[in-house]
C-alpha cells in the first residue's frame, strides 16, 4: 500500500476529534440565531484549549450568529456549538438570544419571495 491510500482531502483532524467526541455542550443556549461576542481578547495562558478556540473567539470580536460562526469556520455547528461552551464555561464569550423571532408569516412571506425570483 502507498501513502496515498491513506490520505484523503477532509481535515486533518475530523471533528468529533476537536470535541473530544462530545455533542453537546454543558450549556444548552446556543440556537442557529443566537449572538456570541467576545468578551477576551485572547486565550493566551487558558488551559486545554485548541486552536478552533481561537479561530472562533477571533470571529466573534463583534456579535455574530452561531450559524454564520459555524460557516465562517468551516466547521459543522454541532462542533462549533460545544466549542462555544467551553469558551463560555471560561468566561471568554457572552450569548444573547435575537430579541424577536419571526412569526411563521413573515417566514411563509420571505419564502413567497425567493420563489418569486
Known sequence: MTNKEWV???PLVRPYALV???TRARQDVFDLVAFVVAL???LHGW???EPEHSRLLYLCRRPVSVSELSAGANLPIGVVRVLLGDLL????IRVREPMERPN???IREVLTGLRAL
Open 20 to 22: 473530544k467526541g462530545r
Open 40 to 42: 477576551a481578547d485572547t
Open 89 to 92: 464555561d471560561m468566561g471568554a
Open 104 to 106: 411563521a408569516q413573515l
Open 8 to 10: 484523503d482531502d477532509g
Open 47 to 49: 488551559m486545554n484549549i
